[in-house]
């Protein structure tokens, strides 16, 4: 059985040197809490540099996320505030490994509750060669988290269940899907989250953000690509990256 700390230490240098790492295999012996302990390991290695916490983020919230990595249950990562990207703002790719986008919805959480909703893309980058990883070796990357853009906050609208989602690069549509493919309703995030992230003693202060999930499969982003979310009644995220 590797060391939790050993692991947290690799999954960060991976990171911070932009190389992908080999999966731990079997004789890590990784399971989900010991996963969710290196998490909290990985993301102190963070704010030991100076990051500060600013939310949370939900994974595999998807029906077709979920099938894939063969579970029935979402998985969540800690969010910081290094990892805001100013929306119209760009990335560099050379600070990534291999990353890719998806649109998302972001609540702000006050007094335990949803006050505002917006538009998001979440950048993922996973730390792991081509993205293959376990559920728990995704679990312990901080469920690939590593950038995200938040649209314009506003005032929750009657019903967010079934709102069109768009993930547009260069103009071109990429991606088509519905609100109803995070969690069937995305507004289901916060009890998830609170219920998931309150079982490792982590809660979503007043003013945290809280990416619910992806609407539509991720798109890798390339050099010089205009990746533009737009949210029905929501509005639009949008990022640039650059090499
Ligand atoms: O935010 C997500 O749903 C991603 C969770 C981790 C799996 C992946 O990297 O695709
Ligand atoms: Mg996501």
Same mark, same amino acid.
């Given at each position: 059985?590797?060391?939790? &700390?050993?692991?947290?230490?690799?999954?960060?240098?991976?990171?911070?040197?932009?190389? =992908?790492? +080999?999966?731990?295999?079997?004789? *890590?012996?990784?399971?989900?809490?010991? =996963?969710?302990?290196? !998490?909290?390991?990985?993301?102190?290695?963070?704010?030991?540099?100076?990051?500060?916490?600013?939310?949370?983020?939900?994974?595999?919230?998807?029906?077709?996320?979920?099938?894939?990595? %063969?579970?029935?249950?979402?998985?969540?990562?800690?969010?910081?505030?290094?990892?805001?990207?100013?929306?119209?703002?760009?990335?560099?790719?050379?600070?990534?490994?291999?990353?890719?986008?998806?649109?998302?919805?972001?609540?702000?959480?006050?007094?335990?509750?949803?006050?505002?909703?917006?538009?998001?893309?979440?950048?993922?980058?996973?730390?792991?060669?081509?993205?293959?990883?376990?559920?728990?070796?995704?679990?312990?990357?901080?469920?690939?988290?590593?950038?995200?853009?938040?649209?314009?906050? !506003? +005032?929750? +609208?009657?019903?967010?269940?079934?709102?069109?989602? #768009? #993930?547009?690069?260069? %103009?071109?549509?990429?991606?088509?899907?519905?609100?109803? *493919?995070?969690?069937?309703?995305?507004?289901? &995030?916060?009890?998830? *989250?609170?219920?998931?992230?309150?079982?490792?003693?982590?809660?979503?202060?007043?003013?945290?953000?809280?990416?619910?999930?992806?609407?539509? &499969?991720?798109?890798?982003?390339? +050099?010089? *690509?205009?990746?533009?979310?737009?949210?029905?009644?929501?509005?639009? =995220?949008?990022?640039?990256?650059?090499?």
């Amino acid at each position: 059985m590797t060391d939790l &700390a050993t692991i947290a230490e690799q999954l960060d240098r991976a990171a911070t040197s932009r190389t =992908a790492t +080999p999966q731990f295999g079997s004789d *890590a012996g990784l399971d989900v809490p010991t =996963a969710y302990r290196i !998490q909290e390991a990985v993301v102190a290695h963070r704010l030991a540099r100076g990051e500060r916490p600013v939310g949370l983020k939900l994974g595999l919230t998807s029906r077709a996320k979920m099938a894939q990595m %063969g579970v029935d249950e979402v998985i969540w990562g800690r969010l910081t505030d290094a990892m805001h990207i100013p929306d119209g703002g760009t990335i560099s790719l050379a600070d990534h490994i291999h990353p890719k986008a998806e649109p998302e919805v972001a609540f702000l959480v006050e007094g335990g509750a949803i006050a505002a909703v917006a538009p998001a893309i979440e950048v993922i980058d996973s730390r792991y060669i081509d993205f293959r990883f376990t559920l728990p070796e995704v679990i312990a990357d901080n469920t690939s988290a590593s950038g995200f853009v938040i649209g314009a906050w !506003q +005032p929750v +609208p009657a019903g967010i269940d079934n709102l069109g989602v #768009l #993930l547009e690069v260069d %103009g071109r549509t990429v991606q088509i899907g519905s609100t109803a *493919a995070i969690l069937g309703d995305p507004r289901r &995030a916060l009890a998830e *989250a609170v219920r998931l992230a309150g079982a490792g003693g982590v809660e979503l202060t007043d003013g945290s953000v809280l990416l619910a999930g992806a609407a539509t &499969a991720a798109v890798p982003l390339r +050099p010089g *690509a205009h990746v533009r979310v737009v949210v029905e009644s929501l509005g639009t =995220a949008s990022l640039k990256a650059i090499p």
